[in-house]
Nanobody
Framework: QVQLVESGGGLVQAGESLTLSCAAS????????MGWYRQAPGKQREWVAR???????NYADSVKGRFTISRDNAKNIVYLQMNSLKPDDTAVYYC?????????WGQGTQVTVSS
């Protein structure tokens, strides 16, 4: 049973923006802390951002000031607004709880930023 579905990825040029969405089943979402993660080609998956049930946020230094994580608790959706994208942001982006649960990784959504 699919429990996390990421969407919104695509191919953009450097400097452009994208908004990713992650739809989660209620049992996963509730008021749990949710996170976005990414995995670039040839690299390990890394944490990008987190948001608590109450809306407190934290970001990796590499995206701070450019990315914004938010959530809609009524719709069980987590968003990642990505501005000023760079080629180094190219990766498959995943959402999960934070800390991540190994059994919740979905297919992710591909983000490709061309220079």
């Amino acid at each position: 049973q699919v429990q996390l579905v990421e969407s919104g990825g695509g191919l953009v040029q450097a400097g452009e923006s994208l908004t990713l969405s992650c739809a989660a089943s209620g049992s996963i979402f509730n008021l749990n802390t949710m996170g976005w993660y990414r995995q670039a080609p040839g690299k390990q998956r890394e944490w990008v951002a987190r948001i608590t049930g109450g809306g407190n946020t934290n970001y990796a230094d590499s995206v701070k000031g450019r990315f914004t994580i938010s959530r809609d608790n009524a719709k069980n959706i987590v968003y990642l607004q990505m501005n000023s994208l760079k080629p180094d942001d190219t990766a498959v982006y995943y959402c999960n709880r934070d800390p991540a649960r190994f059994d919740l990784w979905g297919q992710g959504t591909q983000v490709t930023v061309s220079s």
